[in-house]
Every structure is written in C-alpha cells, then in structure tokens.
C-alpha cells in the first residue's frame, strides 16, 4: 500500500494512479498493462501491473527504470499539489500522509485504497473553501502502522516550512493507529510555533454513512481559522451523539478504541477545546497563543530506545538484554510505577552503564508516585526516573528526542522530568 | 518485603513478627537482637537484625539455620491460621496473599509493612465475622509486583483444596498492581468451581481514612454469602462516591488507574454485580452458579511466553529474537490489531517455526478485527492468531495457560479462539 517516495514522485508526476494504462522501461525490458494496488509485502520500489494477458506481475523499478507512457483511466486532472481557488480567504496548508481518511473504497473489488493525490485528498470535502484557502500536498501515502521515526521527522520537517511560509496553520491528515505517536514526536520537534497544527484521520472511511472523515477535516479547519491558539493538537470525533469534535493536547491524546470513532481520549489532562458541528469553539485549557515566532525545528532523535511493558513471568534475560542494549528504555510499570525487585538488579546495572530507564504506569490513568512504596523508593536509588503522569508513548518518543538534543546525563535527567508540552499534568488527581 | 516461603513458615511457627527480640543460630554462630523488616533488595531467605549493637545485620537462613528464640514484643497470639468462633455460619476460606490490603503502617518510621499473620490480617475487619465463619491463612506476604508464575500456581491449588473442602467461597486478598493477571490465571487453570473465589485487595492501607480494606473485605464476604454465582471474580471498589462495590469477571478486569480506589474497569464486558455497602447485590451479567462439582485444578503453565507492545520504531532485531525464542508472543498491536507491514516477515518466520502469535489491541477497548484492512489480511495469512476482544495480558495468561495444557497446534489455536472463561466477547460493540 505504501510507495518509496521516488517512485510516489514519479507516479504524482505523470499523474498515473490505480486503474490507469501505463508503459514501463526497467532493466532494458517493456512492460504495459493496468497499475494496480501496491500489496503490503511488496518491496515499495515494486509497481504492480496487470499484463494485457490478465497476468500480475510486479516490476522492481531501480534508478533507471521508467514510466514511459500514462494513459488515464479518467479525465480528472493530478498534480503533486492543490489549491483552492484563492478567495482571500486565511491560508491553509494540508499535508497528506495517509490512513483511511485519505483513503476511498474500489468498489469492484472491496478493497480500500489510498488517495495518492492533493485533489482526491480535498475533493471530499469541497465546503472547506468556504472556510480557508488551502494549499494540499500529500507527502506520502502510508497506514499509520507503517510510520517510522523518519516519517515524523519529514512530516514535521515540512510543517515547519509552512508555518515559516506564513499559513494560517496546517491539517495533517494521518491514520489513527498511531496518531498520538507522530503528535507527540511532532510536538516536541517543533517547540514554540506560531500558529495551530492539526492531526486529524478518520475512524470510519469516507465513503461510509457514519465516516468521521468529513466533520474531523471541516472542524480542523474551523479550528485553525477561529481559535486563537497555536500549539500542535488531534482533532477527531467527540462522542458517538455526532456533534462535535474534540481537541486533544498532542501528548497527553491515546487511541482507547478500535474501531468507535470517539476513539481518541486525553488522558491525565483535559481537552483543550470543542467544536461543535455548527462551528462554535469551545475552549477547555489554557493554551499557546499565536505568535509571529519562527519555528526552529529540532528532529534528532535517538532510535536506540525501547518501551517495555513490566508483567509478572515476564523473562529476566529479556529484560536485561533490551536494558543493556538499548541508551534508553522507558517501562510501563504496573500501578505507581513498578517492577519485581527481583529486577532491580538489572535496572541498576543498566542506569550504572549509562541507559536511561524511565518509569511510567501501565494503567495509562493517574501518575507515577515512587515516593509510596518501598519498590519505588528503590527505583528511585537505582537511578531511575518518574515519568510523573506521562502516557508511556509519550514518555517513550520524549525520551528520543531528549536523547536526540543531547548527550549530558543531568541535562536528559531535567527535560524527562520537566514539564515541556504539556506532556506532564502537576496538578495530581488523588481522590 | 518478602520471605521465602521456608522462612516464612519458619517465622510464623514461632509467632515472630518485626520488632520481636530473637536469637538465630546459622552456620556456626549465634546473633541476638531485634527482627526488622525485610529489605526489597535483600534476599528472600535473609532475616535483618537490629543488633544489641544498634547494628543491623542482614543473615542468611540456610538449610541449617534456625531461630531459636523468641520474645515476643506484644502479648498478642499469633498462629499461622486463624478462625473466627464457629457461629454455624456459612465457612469462607481467606488466603493470604500480601498487598496494601495485607498492610499496616509503622507508625514510627511511616513505613507501610505487611501483615504476615492471618490474624493481623483478619484483625481489621471484625464485623465480618457477623457474616461468616472464618478459616484464613497466609499463603505468602508479597507486593503483587513480585507475584510469579509459581505464586499463581500455588494460590489456584490452595483454592482448589478449600474450595473441595467445602467451603462457602474463598475470599483472596492480594496487592492490586497485578491483580488482574492473577485473576485470569486463577480463572483459566480452575475451570469448574462450585463456589465463588473473590480477589480482592485496597487502594488506601486500613490506617488511612479513605481505606477501602474495610468495605472490599466485607463485600466480598456478603458476595460469597448472599449470591449464587460461582465463578472467579475480582471485586474492588466501585466509583469515588462511595457507595458500592464492583463484581468484575477475572479475565475482563484491568487496573486502569494508579491510585483511585475505583481503579478497576471490566473492557469491553459487563460488570458481573454490583454490592452496596448496605448488603444488596445487583446482578448485571450472567453467570455460571454454584454445584455441586469437585475442582480439578490444571495448573501447568508455559513459561517461555512474551507480551509485546508494537510502537513505531521498535528495533525489529528485538522483535524478530523476541518471536523466535520464545513458544508463544502476544502482540498488543496498533487499532485493530496491525503492526509495521516490514515486520510481517519476521512473524511468518517464527509462525513457521512452531511459535505461536496472537494478536490484541492496544487501544484495550474494542476487539481486534483482521479481515478490515490489507495489514489484518496479510496478517491472518501469516498464521497469527486474533485475540478478539482479549485484554493483551488476559491473552498472555491464557497463551501461557493453553500451551501448558497441549501440544497440538490446531488444539492452541482453537482454545485461544475459544470463550473458555468469558474472556471472550462475543457481541462485538462497532458503533
């Protein structure tokens, strides 16, 4: 389903999509027939074609291997990028990266596709000129599953360039599994911004009577022309009464459902606002307001990281292999933060060597406490640090990225521990 | 915090608790002082002496050594079992397990220790001897951070005894970090019961105002007198008004909060009931009743099992090793129960191999549906098996618990697709 970006480049180029003729050149041999959908377990440099004969085969397309020819299923025009007819309207950029809210149904054959085009991105929802002039690329086409730390890095790399270009913010449209993992990794590298980013997706395809997709992108759009905040956010369905949407802080947002399209929860924090289908902003917390700051944006990250899930059998020589392997690990520990203290002697081993061990609870609500108990007061000599009331995803793409800006022990000890983007609650919800 | 199971006995035999005046004898030398409590990185056969000194010791108890004597601090009797005066009330067995709910406060020095008398432990909640008669012993005193594998195999067969003695139900008080992995390993390896067996534990220690010891104990003694429901359930507290108890089914349970007293949700199931505080129970699922049958205990266990969460970025060297070292992984994956489309390999891998993989959802609500989406298809095809609705460490468990039952592949995948302890449910809640 995902594509290499060269070969998605070449494809936007041409303006070739599933369904069109096309002619291929690779490796000194013609190829001709229908481009098809890309298959999960193909290499993303492989286009798939059906061969006049009815025959699939799949053509790895190296550095000199071309489409030399697109004869288009339709007429519809595609190009890399789209613009709404310029109203004057506030600037909006959209940059597409996948999942099913970009995503539309072949009815022949029942399979969901990607829209690998701007315009196929935007032509579901036309009522968005009325609110913004946009500007739409799609960056990539990929499920969220598929999302590696370097897609955060180009997804927050090209955001950055067009809050600096001066929009009035950016939509990123993205698929939900895991959304509040590219937020958070979002919201840490760009730091102070001056206007709003919106992650939004759908639960629920748009070509579905209850799809989400339509509401989720009119209200991020609303909520970038109507609020006065400027920080990075998930916008998705409210609840299931179908009138509003909710906006969550970009680190404290976790998938709690599979499949509901009120799936996304804020966790140990409120939401930040509300916007009703009628477009009235309800605003929930405090939060940034717009500025004229240029955006630095900070996207090092350190990949030898790992997040653990403490359970009772879990293997001891497992633990102590990704603890001495990794430069940091945060645990999902159970209740307040802990582990058997039969493996205390591995964290301190590990913390003594240089890793970073970071504690968080798996029960995802309330906040680490290693001051309560006697195992958490050992921890806490055995050098590791609370992760307060961080989500253990957040705590585990906070720790990449401290680690990615710097190396000083005491330095990473501070950021982890200090509250960044709203990532720590201090208000302690006890009763 | 914990003792060997010998010293344990040793200690209890004796009736000597923290702050008694001993004399131990262990290889070849004699010491004398006051017992203090046991230290989480201490060993769990070393005894620490204050000694006369003013020094503490920490000593190890060998096969050899011995306590030989005891001055008592208090004049307060202490037996290994204790019986609440025969009443000709309905007999309930209490088993021990440790946990905040096991625990008093020292005063003196603040710190929180376990009771590791049944008689301490029963000392807390008079009135239930207004309920029931009472036959409670202490199994072992342990945070249930330190809970193994060994520990629930041991609890399931002291069950089983009381439980084919004839008692009314067995009340097991336990610490609740990892309550629900007992819960399910005590529901799978029982089967059968005639009577109900009730976890429960505390959020607050019995010295602190807000303590719900008091109100899980007793509820847990009119659940077992007054229902006639027979099935392993976890009961703890039931929302921050106070009011009420909740019936959790074993397998549907989670620890969802780290430090409210209503910490506890059943996902994606019913409550089982629900008992007020004034006595009355609410029945709100169905439920297996009580019989006449005799408990035949399966306790054998797998231990070569792993549950991962899949988070981008994850090293897919850790992955792949994970999958091929061990007999069974759960994955807690993404939505509906995906993973990286690039680790696909890996699992056909292991799959072909002998290892058995099943896959949950992280978003812990909802169920894991592999036939929406490419990724689910490609992974069905791969041979992983779909844990449904499964709670990811309900899912360990129970992986765990089959593959120490049988050997034959077709027999796991049927068993763990199986609803064998309503671990499985089959309404599926879309909307």
Known sequence: ???????????????????????????????????????????????????????????????????????????????????SENKGLPLVAVLGTGGTIASYVDYRTGAVHPALYADSLMAAVPEIADICDVQADVLFSKFSEDMTVEDWQNIAGEVA?????????????HGTDTMGYTSAAISFMLGDIPRPVVITGAQRSSDRPSSDAYTNLISAARFIVNSDAAEVVVLMHDSSSDTSAAVHRATKVRKM???RRDAFHSINAPLVARVDFEGE???????????????????????????????????????????SENRGVVIAGTGLGHTSSE???????????????????????????????????DLLSAGVISGEDMLPETAYVKLMWVLGQTDDDEEVRRLMTSNLRGEITTRREMQ
Do not use: W
């Open 1 to 83: 389903m995902s594509y290499s970006s060269n070969l998605l480049e070449m494809l936007q180029r041409l303006g070739a999509a599933e369904g069109d003729h096309i002619e291929v050149r690779s490796e000194g041999r013609d190829y001709a027939g229908i481009l098809m959908p890309h298959h999960q377990f193909s290499h993303p440099d492989v286009l798939i074609i059906k061969l006049d004969s009815g025959y699939n085969i799949g053509i790895r397309m190296g550095p000199s291997s071309e489409i030399t020819a697109v004869q288009k299923a339709d007429v519809r025009e595609r190009g890399p990028r789209a613009s």
């Open 343 to 377: 493996l205390f002697g591995a964290i301190r081993r590990a913390v003594a060597s240089g890793t970073f061990v970071v504690m968080t609870s798996q029960c995802l609500y309330g906040g680490v406490n290693l001051n309560v108990y006697a195992t958490g007061r």
């Open 161 to 173: 360039d067009r809050l600096n270009s001066g929009v009035e913010g950016v939509i990123v449209p």
């Open 281 to 323: 902003i309800e605003h929930l917390s405090p939060c940034r307001k717009r500025s004229d700051v240029k955006v630095v944006p900070r996207l090092e990250m350190e990949k030898n990281v790992s997040l653990l899930q403490y359970y009772p059998g879990m293997s001891h020589s497992m633990f102590e292999k990704v603890l």
């Open 257 to 259: 459902h599979a499949s």
